[in-house]
């Protein structure tokens, strides 16, 4: 049996490979999973068209040594093909995703249960070799054993789906209240159904693609704005009476940051979802009068579990995000380059054996 497999790879910026690489072998504490399809993310797009940004390329990530070239893909669903040494939460056969966030063990944020804070920030994907592969390797707290009823292609969206839960239960989000999103690519519009999970009677949605804009009304939104339209913080607050009660920023411009906190109402909360390319400046005193809160997120935490239970039974509906299945050979073409050139496109997936 040959000991290589195909795999996309990360070179440079612009410069990803399908090529052979070396199948991997499960350690002690980790889990070898041969994997069925995973999800381009946005920030496997940011590595393509603007990286390194968090591959290590100058030297190696602490925790596992890794550095350059990098099998990308973190979004991914699989079977458990090979246990190492000490793994007891799966077995061989089991079907998995992967939480692909490392945790350094000697940080204190482990012992509160704080891992997405802990340092150095390293991702599967990123900061070791990933999911664009036939098999890949993880550390053994990072797999979730999802019931069979969920297909594998839902399984691979339950990573970004973590990041929309995680951000909607950071902005307390109450039963009724209302919410805004700016930014309504597979984050913000995973935001949605999550928003909408949470007990939101009213989602609005803002972006400037009026094909993201009519995905957002597919997936549940109320209302949808045109991001190039006139006074967008007076159309939100028409149809909230006065102000969302959340903003959430999937988009993470100056111009959404600026136009998210005018459509709060006074006492609102933002989330700042998205990972901003450029500063931005901010008016404190204007957030001082109107007692807003602003809080950043990172990933997720402690939450795998009930994201599966809610794509599971139907109540996030994941699966309509998906624009197109695609080969790992294509992955480049069909994947990397359609995502950048053509807005309609949402969430592409690689079926990897396909």
């Not at 940011?46 to 550095?67: A, F, R, S």
């Not at 090979?82 to 077995?91: A, D, L, P, S, W």
């Not at 149809?239 to 109402?265: E, P």
């Not at 073409?333 to 950048?340: P, Q, S, T």
Request: net charge negative; hydrophobic share 40%; with cysteine.
């Amino acid at each position: 049996m040959s000991n290589t497999m195909k795999a996309a790879r990360w070179h440079a910026a612009k410069d990803i490979r399908v090529e052979q690489a070396e199948i991997p072998a499960a350690g002690k504490k980790q889990v070898k999973i041969e994997v069925q399809f995973t999800g381009i993310c946005g920030s496997d797009l940011h590595e393509y068209t603007h990286g390194p940004m968090l591959i290590p390329v100058d030297k190696p990530y602490p925790l596992n040594g890794h550095q350059g070239v990098t099998t990308l893909g973190h979004e991914f669903s699989g079977i458990v093909s090979e246990i190492g040494e000490g793994v007891t939460n799966v077995k061989p056969g089991d079907r998995v995703v992967v939480e692909p966030l490392f945790k350094n063990p000697d940080s204190p944020f482990i012992a509160n249960g704080e891992y997405n804070l802990s340092e150095p920030l390293g991702f599967v994907g990123l900061t070791s070799n990933g999911g664009f592969a036939k098999y890949t390797v993880v550390e053994d707290y990072m797999v979730h054993k999802i019931p069979d009823t969920m297909s594998f292609e839902q399984g691979a969206l339950v990573e970004p789906a973590a990041v929309a839960v995680y951000a909607v239960l950071q902005s307390g989000l109450r039963l009724g209240d209302s919410c805004v999103i700016f930014g309504a690519g597979p984050i913000g519009l995973l935001c949605v159904q999550a928003a909408i999970a949470a007990g939101s009677p009213n989602v609005i949605v803002v972006d400037v693609a009026d094909k993201r804009l009519e995905k957002a009304t597919e997936v549940g939104a109320t209302h949808v704005i045109n991001g190039k339209s006139e006074d967008i913080p007076a159309q939100v607050k028409k149809l909230t009476n006065g102000g969302a009660d959340v903003f959430l920023d999937a988009a993470g411009v100056q111009a959404t940051y600026d136009n998210g906190l005018k459509s709060l109402r006074n006492g609102g909360t933002a989330v700042l979802v998205a990972l901003f390319g450029k500063p931005v400046t901010h008016d404190a005193f204007d957030q001082v009068v109107r007692e807003i809160t602003v809080k950043g997120i990172i990933a997720y935490r402690n939450i795998f579990p009930q994201v599966i239970n809610l794509i599971d039974s139907g109540r996030m509906p994941v699966e309509k995000l998906v624009t197109q299945k695609i080969k790992l050979d294509n992955i480049v073409a069909d994947g990397f380059e359609a995502l950048v050139s053509n807005p309609s496109q949402v969430k592409i997936l690689v079926d990897i054996n396909g």
